[in-house]
């Protein structure tokens, strides 16, 4: 099971192309709203969460998803519970996918340290030991991480991609009339 985080603030496109994508692909994928059942987007789109924090198990876990956006980004950094789910996943090699600002909690976090990562312009000091790329979308190892909201399909792609395979993605590329 794959699980989206989602705060107040977060960035809607950056969390629902990759959730929309992810279930196209029958990728079991769920969201946790970490502030509350109700989570409303940075531009006032609210979406109701299908789980809380608490009703996660880890024993299921197979990778975490981190949309961007303000402040969303701040609420999911200050979620301890999901600081400590990410440091348990890390330590498994669980997928750790990131875009916009979110790479930002992985590298302040110190997981980013001597691998490749990309984020949103302007933010690179905050992947702390990271090797900053000027790329859409950057994989290494379990880190999966993006620019923005002009990436977010890309983004999703490449998630399909590597948890199904590249004719799945490129399936779904067609059908949305995205040029990947």
């Known amino acids: 099971m794959f ?6 603030g977060f960035e809607e496109t950056e969390a629902l192309a990759p959730l929309d994508m992810m ?7 769920k969201t946790v709203g970490v502030t ?3 989570v409303t987007g940075s531009h006032g789109v609210t979406v109701k969460a299908d789980l809380k924090p608490e009703e ?3 024993n299921n876990i197979d990778g975490v998803v981190l949309p961007g956006g303000m402040p969303g980004t701040l609420h999911l950094k200050a979620h301890e519970g999901l600081a400590d789910l990410i440091r348990k996943a890390d330590k498994e090699g669980k997928l750790l ?9 992985y590298g302040e976090m110190g997981l980013l340290e001597g691998k490749n990562a990309t984020c949103y312009p302007g933010m690179e000091d905050k992947l702390l030991g990271a090797n900053w790329q000027e790329q859409p979308v950057v994989v290494d190892g379990n880190f999966v991480t993006s620019r923005g909201v002009g990436t977010a399909i890309a983004f999703a792609l490449t998630l399909v991609t590597i948890l199904k395979d590249e004719e799945t993605a490129k399936s779904l590329a067609n059908s949305i009339v995205y040029k990947w």
């Open 97 to 105: 996918a990131a875009i916009c600002a979110a790479p930002t909690i």
């Open 36 to 38: 509350g059942e109700f």
């Open 3 to 8: 699980y989206l985080f989602l705060a107040d």
């Open 56 to 58: 996660i198990s880890f």
């Open 23 to 29: 279930r196209r692909a029958k990728i079991e994928v």
